[in-house]
């Protein structure tokens, strides 16, 4: 189901304009320790090494000394210390020690046994600070030898930690995600029920002989919580849950992902009961291919490793191996035999009543008005992930203060899905010639898309620039599920996107480059129903295309002709002609037989610039079956222009 996006552009220059906790030490605090005792030394060495007494110069020392107020001297190899017969300058306070430092004074012995002072000799013993000036700076180095290894070989990474796994590991308490933080995914969630029952209550299954699967595969469109589903797995089993990416198993040297691999598996097992899960695995699990320019033979060796890893595991244990892709169909066969991924569960996008319960939680924690529907806002947001509707919340809520409101209100709701839909609102101001092109165009589109058969109602018109480039959009919304499309409804949806050209060729008698989108979007459908779905009487029913497409992603693959000849192509261009051709023809009639409705539609679209379906219906006397948009189907995307 794709997001309703605009049916096409109008180009006036024809282009298109997860607390985490990392395994591993803490090198720094060993560096704290260092500097605390470091500093711890400095401080003996003050206190034990530091001399006694006030120190005094020596020119003073010789005048106490001649004066008769020195009792009795220590002379050493530099420092000479004493005592006074009395305080220096009679003050109390003051002690009665001294120090100096020893000059050449061959005079001092005759000078000291002269005044009668009793003098002695002093044993220097030098290991304490010869002791304390080797063993600090050895220290000190030690210190940063210690720190920088470790921070070479620990978990956090480094030169020498390339073989460690770089997953984050969530302990059993961590992980606060639970079954009901998730919605939208009913089928999904009963399927994974198991595995928490299994991971809580393994006896339950292994009495029987049962095993449960090694590997489960979370596939779906991006957005849809295959990461969020994950996690509450975890979270209501309570077990230990390795989260990383598979993009992380590769570095550029040789054999570093084959080991990461090794080293994560080892972890889960020492952790186990757990879960391991690998994002994108696809950027890790692609086919193993035989090219003539050669392979990635890094990315395959490690892939290798994992299929090895995921053989020899017991799955006894409790380790389940979870995965999760947006592209499955490039995956090897190898990782999806059974034994290893074996059970694939499919995160789709959600219905209306997925999308009303996923609104549910999002505006849990959002003051919304008492007048907002979520039925309603989950009816106009037809093909919207889970990742979609938490973003339109946030940019409702985000509207709603930039108006100073109180409380989210239905209003904030609409202009948050025109946004994400057609794109941010333009300020600018458009020529009349141009304004006049564009309501033209608009009006063409909502014409024949509110008069043909079979179609979903026109939801609104807007002729106000939005997105890159996009002068105006007309959106339908479906009426009811719908999963197949006729041969009829294609055609119908072919005309619809060639109304806005021809609608230009019949008001103002030009054509305008604001068509591209429209022309390149037709030629597209127009063509896979011929190479496609076999839809062409000329060719019969056979598929021309032969590419194998994107499942879940809107990514368009360019055409291969090798696959047939030259003869065939002109058929296949000749049928793409005719069909477009019957189309703007359809198209044609529908405008020229409502000729007046055109003219009322568009001078009403110049007036207000953006007008609601109900009021188009009341311009052309049209009594929709249905006057409530539906849910779910996939919306032909607005147009866009």
Same mark, same amino acid.
């Not at 033979?297 to 999760?324: C, H, P, W, Y």
């Not at 890159?468 to 599920?481: I, N």
């Given at each position: 189901?794709?997001?309703?996006?605009?049916?096409?552009?109008?180009?006036?220059?024809?282009?298109? *304009? !997860?607390?985490?906790?990392?395994?591993?030490?803490?090198?720094?605090?060993?560096?704290?320790?260092? &500097?605390?005792?470091? +500093?711890?030394?400095?401080?003996?060495?003050?206190?034990?090494?530091?001399?006694?007494?006030?120190?005094?110069?020596?020119?003073?020392?010789? %005048?106490?000394?001649?004066?008769?107020?020195?009792?009795?001297?220590?002379?050493?190899?530099?420092?000479?210390?004493?005592?006074?017969? %009395?305080?220096?300058?009679?003050?109390?306070?003051?002690?009665?020690?001294?120090?100096? =430092?020893?000059?050449?004074?061959?005079?001092?012995? @005759?000078?000291?046994?002269?005044?009668?002072?009793?003098?002695?000799? #002093?044993?220097?013993?030098?290991?304490?600070?010869?002791?304390?000036?080797?063993?600090?700076?050895?220290?000190?180095?030690?210190?940063?030898?210690?720190?920088?290894? *470790?921070?070479?070989?620990?978990?956090?990474?480094?030169?020498?930690?390339?073989?460690?796994? *770089?997953?984050?590991?969530?302990?059993?308490?961590?992980?606060?995600?639970?079954? =009901?933080?998730?919605?939208?995914?009913?089928?999904?969630?009963?399927?994974?029920?198991?595995?928490?029952?299994?991971?809580?209550?393994?006896?339950?299954?292994?009495?029987?002989?049962?095993?449960?699967?090694?590997?489960?595969? &979370?596939?779906?469109?991006?957005?849809?919580?295959?990461?969020?589903?994950?996690?509450?797995?975890?979270?209501?089993?309570?077990?230990?849950?390795?989260?990383?990416?598979?993009?992380? +198993?590769?570095?550029?040297?040789?054999?570093?992902?084959?080991?990461?691999?090794?080293?994560? +598996?080892?972890?889960?097992?020492?952790?186990?009961?757990?879960?391991?899960?690998?994002?994108?695995?696809?950027?890790?699990?692609?086919?193993?291919?035989?090219?003539?320019?050669?392979?990635?033979?890094?990315?395959?060796?490690?892939?290798?490793?994992?299929?090895? #890893?995921?053989?020899?595991?017991?799955?006894?244990?409790?380790?389940?191996?979870?995965?999760?892709?947006?592209?499955?169909?490039?995956?090897?066969?190898?990782?999806? /035999?059974?034994?290893?991924?074996?059970?694939?569960?499919?995160?789709?996008?959600?219905?209306?009543?997925?999308?009303?319960?996923?609104?549910?939680?999002?505006?849990? =924690?959002?003051?919304?008005?008492?007048?907002?529907?979520?039925?309603?806002?989950?009816?106009?947001?037809?093909?919207?992930?889970?990742?979609?509707?938490?973003? &339109?919340?946030?940019?409702?809520?985000?509207?709603?203060?930039?108006?100073?409101?109180?409380?989210?209100?239905?209003?904030?709701?609409?202009?948050?899905?025109?946004?994400?839909?057609?794109?941010? @609102?333009?300020?600018?101001?458009?020529?009349?010639?141009?304004?006049?092109?564009?309501?033209?165009?608009?009006?063409?589109?909502?014409?024949?898309?509110?008069?043909?058969?079979?179609?979903?109602?026109?939801?609104?018109?807007?002729?106000? $620039?939005?997105?890159?480039?996009?002068?105006?959009?007309?959106?339908?919304?479906?009426? @009811?599920? !719908?999963?197949?499309? =006729?041969? %009829?409804?294609?055609?119908? $949806?072919?005309?619809?996107? &060639?109304?806005? *050209?021809?609608?230009? #060729?019949?008001?103002?008698? @030009?054509?305008?480059?604001?068509?591209?989108?429209?022309?390149?979007?037709?030629?597209?459908?127009?063509?896979?129903?011929?190479?496609?779905?076999?839809?062409?009487?000329?060719?019969?029913?056979?598929?021309?295309?032969?590419?194998?497409?994107?499942? +879940?992603?809107?990514?368009?693959?360019?055409?291969?002709?090798?696959?047939?000849?030259?003869?065939?192509?002109?058929?296949?261009?000749?049928?793409?002609? /005719?069909?477009?051709?019957?189309?703007?023809?359809?198209?044609?009639?529908?405008?020229?037989?409502?000729?007046?409705?055109?003219?009322?539609?568009?001078?009403?679209?110049?007036?207000?610039?953006?007008?609601?379906?109900?009021?188009?219906? $009341?311009?052309?006397?049209?009594?929709?079956?249905?006057?409530?948009?539906?849910?779910?189907?996939?919306?032909?995307?607005?147009?866009?222009?």
């Amino acid at each position: 189901m794709a997001a309703p996006k605009p049916t096409s552009r109008f180009n006036p220059r024809g282009g298109d *304009r !997860r607390g985490p906790r990392q395994v591993g030490g803490r090198p720094g605090s060993s560096l704290w320790y260092g &500097l605390a005792f470091l +500093f711890l030394l400095g401080l003996a060495q003050m206190y034990y090494l530091a001399p006694s007494g006030r120190p005094v110069p020596y020119s003073e020392f010789k %005048q106490l000394l001649k004066d008769g107020a020195v009792a009795d001297v220590t002379v050493g190899d530099q420092v000479i210390r004493g005592t006074l017969n %009395q305080p220096a300058g009679g003050d109390a306070r003051q002690s009665t020690q001294f120090t100096t =430092t020893r000059v050449d004074d061959p005079k001092l012995t @005759e000078e000291l046994e002269a005044r009668g002072v009793k003098y002695s000799g #002093e044993l220097v013993n030098r290991w304490l600070p010869e002791l304390l000036g080797w063993i600090i700076p050895l220290l000190f180095f030690v210190a940063i030898w210690a720190f920088l290894f *470790r921070r070479m070989g620990g978990a956090e990474g480094g030169v020498m930690s390339f073989a460690r796994s *770089r997953g984050k590991v969530y302990a059993d308490d961590e992980v606060k995600v639970r079954f =009901t933080d998730v919605a939208g995914v009913d089928e999904a969630r009963e399927e994974l029920a198991e595995i928490v029952e299994f991971l809580k209550n393994p006896k339950k299954y292994t009495n029987l002989g049962g095993r449960i699967p090694k590997g489960v595969l &979370l596939v779906g469109p991006p957005g849809t919580g295959k990461t969020l589903l994950a996690r509450a797995v975890a979270g209501e089993a309570h077990v230990p849950f390795f989260s990383l990416s598979g993009s992380e +198993f590769v570095e550029m040297f040789v054999g570093v992902g084959a080991a990461r691999i090794r080293d994560l +598996f080892q972890q889960a097992d020492v952790k186990a009961p757990c879960i391991v899960f690998i994002d994108e695995l696809d950027a890790l699990g692609k086919a193993r291919v035989q090219s003539p320019i050669g392979s990635h033979e890094e990315r395959e060796q490690t892939l290798n490793q994992l299929l090895a #890893e995921m053989d020899g595991f017991d799955s006894r244990k409790g380790v389940i191996i979870m995965g999760a892709t947006n592209r499955p169909e490039v995956l090897d066969s190898a990782l999806l /035999r059974p034994g290893r991924f074996d059970r694939q569960v499919l995160v789709d996008k959600p219905d209306v009543k997925g999308r009303e319960d996923i609104l549910r939680i999002h505006t849990k =924690t959002v003051k919304t008005g008492a007048d907002v529907n979520l039925k309603v806002i989950a009816a106009r947001t037809a093909g919207f992930a889970g990742a979609d509707l938490a973003n &339109l919340v946030n940019e409702a809520a985000l509207l709603a203060a930039r108006g100073d409101k109180e409380a989210v209100g239905p209003k904030d709701f609409d202009m948050a899905i025109d946004r994400l839909v057609a794109g941010l @609102e333009k300020k600018r101001v458009m020529s009349t010639k141009e304004r006049a092109i564009v309501a033209y165009h608009e009006s063409g589109h909502a014409i024949v898309a509110t008069v043909l058969p079979g179609l979903d109602p026109v939801h609104k018109i807007s002729i106000v $620039q939005r997105g890159f480039g996009a002068l105006g959009y007309t959106m339908q919304l479906p009426l @009811e599920d !719908r999963y197949l499309m =006729t041969r %009829q409804d294609l055609l119908s $949806q072919l005309a619809v996107l &060639l109304a806005g *050209r021809t609608a230009e #060729e019949i008001a103002l008698d @030009e054509i305008s480059t604001g068509a591209q989108n429209d022309l390149q979007r037709a030629t597209d459908i127009a063509r896979a129903m011929v190479t496609e779905f076999g839809m062409s009487e000329t060719l019969g029913a056979i598929n021309y295309d032969g590419n194998k497409r994107a499942r +879940f992603l809107d990514m368009p693959m360019p055409a291969d002709r090798s696959m047939y000849g030259d003869d065939t192509a002109r058929l296949i261009d000749a049928e793409i002609k /005719r069909i477009l051709t019957d189309a703007h023809e359809t198209a044609r009639t529908v405008l020229t037989d409502n000729r007046e409705k055109l003219e009322a539609v568009t001078r009403r679209l110049l007036q207000v610039e953006v007008m609601e379906g109900d009021e188009l219906r $009341q311009l052309m006397g049209v009594t929709p079956a249905h006057q409530e948009p539906s849910p779910d189907s996939t919306p032909l995307p607005p147009t866009m222009d």
